[in-house]
């Protein structure tokens, strides 16, 4: 989920310690096996090397991680035929949402992901009226350690990084998808741990919303995060830190 940072952080964290610890797993996994698609050497396949950190990065078993390699390349029976789909919507609010899947039964995808909209005060939308509210870039995700917003922009900067955005725990650094790898790469070379390496979706406009409106949003972005097919939500809403705080509470 990206949306307020706030919200981002909060979600980074809860991830990690969640009783959905498998259907985070099982995301990890289905990445893994796409990505192998292209090649199942990390060295000269970039997206499944990163694939592989952020399952690593997430306590998925290596054991895990060489079968989905393996399911992926072809080596191994037993890989889905997974295709990415993109569902658009809106949710509470007048809130834009777009619905990143990954599945093998696109009519099982299409049905959840419509259930968990107008169960929760949200509407599925036609392609291409909430696309155009958000770019894709590439994000790369950097504990603080001890480390400032400049160390890390010293290091990204000539590598093509456009932003860099303090999460609380952690820095956000945006850049064009082509300049992921190179954003990346500059990391390492800084000897800079980073968390995970990713394409994403960035608003362009967002929607401030007060404690009723982000309730109703969260409680509409979990739903869809439950379901089995979708591997991420993103949604252009903007929450002050407090309300956040409160709502965490």
Same mark, same amino acid.
């Given at each position: 989920?990206?949306?307020?940072?706030?919200?981002a952080?909060? /979600?980074? /964290?809860?991830?990690?310690?969640?009783?959905k610890?498998?259907?985070?797993?099982?995301?990890?996994?289905?990445?893994?096996?796409?990505?192998?698609?292209?090649?199942?050497?990390p060295?000269?396949?970039?997206?499944?090397?990163?694939?592989?950190? /952020?399952? /690593?990065?997430?306590?998925?078993?290596?054991?895990?991680?060489?079968?989905?390699?393996?399911?992926?390349?072809?080596?191994?029976?037993?890989?889905?035929?997974?295709?990415?789909?993109?569902y658009?919507?809106?949710?509470?609010?007048?809130?834009?949402?777009?619905?990143?899947?990954?599945?093998?039964?696109r009519?099982?995808?299409?049905?959840?992901?419509?259930?968990?909209?107008?169960?929760?005060?949200?509407?599925?939308?036609?392609p291409?009226?909430?696309?155009?509210?958000?770019?894709r870039?590439?994000?790369?995700?950097?504990?603080?350690?001890?480390?400032?917003?400049d160390d890390?922009?010293?290091?990204?900067?000539?590598?093509?990084a456009e932003?860099?955005?303090?999460?609380?725990?952690?820095?956000?650094?945006?850049?064009?998808?082509?300049?992921?790898?190179?954003?990346?790469?500059?990391?390492?070379?800084?000897?800079?741990?980073?968390?995970?390496?990713?394409?994403?979706?960035?608003?362009?406009?967002?929607?401030?919303?007060?404690?009723?409106?982000?309730?109703?949003?969260?409680?509409?972005?979990d739903?869809?995060?439950?379901?089995?097919?979708?591997?991420?939500?993103?949604?252009?809403?903007?929450?002050?830190?407090d309300?956040?705080?409160?709502l965490?509470?």
């Open positions: 989920m990206s949306g307020h940072s706030k919200w952080t909060t /979600k980074h /964290k809860k991830a990690v310690i969640d009783a610890r498998g259907k985070l797993f099982a995301g990890l996994i289905k990445n893994i096996e796409v990505a192998a698609r292209n090649g199942a050497d060295a000269g396949n970039p997206t499944l090397y990163d694939a592989i950190q /952020k399952a /690593k990065k997430n306590s998925v078993p290596n054991d895990n991680i060489d079968r989905a390699v393996k399911r992926g390349s072809g080596q191994e029976a037993g890989g889905a035929d997974w295709q990415t789909i993109m658009e919507g809106y949710g509470p609010n007048g809130v834009a949402i777009l619905i990143e899947c990954l599945t093998d039964n009519n099982r995808a299409a049905a959840e992901v419509r259930t968990a909209l107008t169960r929760n005060g949200g509407t599925l939308a036609d291409g009226s909430v696309a155009y509210l958000f770019s870039k590439g994000q790369v995700i950097v504990p603080k350690s001890g480390l400032s917003e890390v922009l010293l290091a990204v900067l000539e590598a093509g932003e860099c955005n303090d999460l609380g725990e952690s820095f956000e650094v945006i850049s064009e998808p082509s300049d992921l790898i190179p954003v990346r790469s500059a990391l390492q070379a800084a000897g800079i741990d980073y968390e995970s390496a990713e394409t994403t979706f960035v608003p362009s406009v967002q929607v401030p919303l007060e404690e009723e409106g982000a309730r109703k949003v969260l409680k509409l972005v739903a869809l995060d439950d379901c089995d097919d979708v591997q991420n939500v993103f949604a252009n809403f903007d929450v002050p830190d309300i956040m705080e409160k965490e509470a």
